[in-house]
């Protein structure tokens, strides 16, 4: 894991049907700079990729992976499953993500986060909200190591809040602690990242809703650029 001191700016958009959500997220990111938020089709948004939170085979069968697969085609499901099955033998954990090209040039590329291990499983009580958040920024800064500048845009929906049951306030909290952990910190490792978040959301349960928690890596984990 690695301190990020150089990190390009990257546009974020926030986008959702939803109008819940979309007030939860000014609330959560009011003090936030650098963040676009608005009510509507994360169809619509021009930028380097779309989020789509999926459930861990990446069967893009309901919510917004279904209408992303209509956009897009059959084919950028089969591209991420068998990026799933590749990188992960075929069942993507909670905490992790894949990023494939969209085979559009609007967004170029696709990145996959589940929330839920399966199709309509309520996420409610968990931490799946941050944990696909987080892995979502980081499979951004795994890219642009990859390429870099391939992505400097990027629009995500509100994890959890329609399938999984995630209540609104909680869904923008825990994204937005995922957002900052993404400005901060560079993870090579899902499992670093997984077990990072958990060790310091393990007993959010009990906090109040508007409650919002950065991660703090273990200072013996970081290594200085």
């Known amino acids: 894991m690695a301190v990020n001191r150089e990190q390009a700016p990257l546009k974020v958009v926030l986008t959702d049907v939803n109008a819940k959500v979309v007030e939860a997220w000014r609330a959560a990111f009011a003090d936030t700079p650098g963040i676009e938020i608005r009510k509507g089709s994360i169809l619509d948004e021009k930028v380097d990729t779309w989020v789509t939170p999926t459930n861990s085979r990446g069967r893009m069968d309901g919510g917004v992976d279904a209408a992303i697969k209509r956009h897009l085609g059959a084919g950028i499901q089969l591209r991420v499953q068998r990026a ?47 944990l696909a958040c987080a892995a979502a920024f980081q499979a951004i800064h795994q890219q642009n190591k990859i390429a870099p500048g391939s992505i400097t845009s990027v629009a995500l929906v509100g994890m959890g809040a329609r399938t999984g049951g995630v209540p609104a306030r909680v869904c923008a909290n825990l994204m937005w602690t995922g957002y900052t952990l993404f400005n901060d910190y560079h993870f090579e490792d899902y499992d670093d990242l997984r077990s990072t978040i958990v060790a310091q959301l393990d007993d959010i349960e009990s906090a109040p809703v508007e409650k919002r928690v950065r991660i703090a890596p273990p200072q013996r984990s970081i290594s200085r650029r």
Request: neutral net charge; contains cysteine; proline residues 9%.
């Open 84 to 130: 799933i099955r590749d990188r992960f033998a075929g069942t993507l954990p909670v905490g992790s993500a894949v990023c494939v090209p969209s085979g559009a040039v609007n967004p170029k590329f696709l990145i996959s986060t589940p929330t839920m291990e399966s199709s309509s499983q309520n996420v409610s009580e968990t931490l799946n909200v941050a």
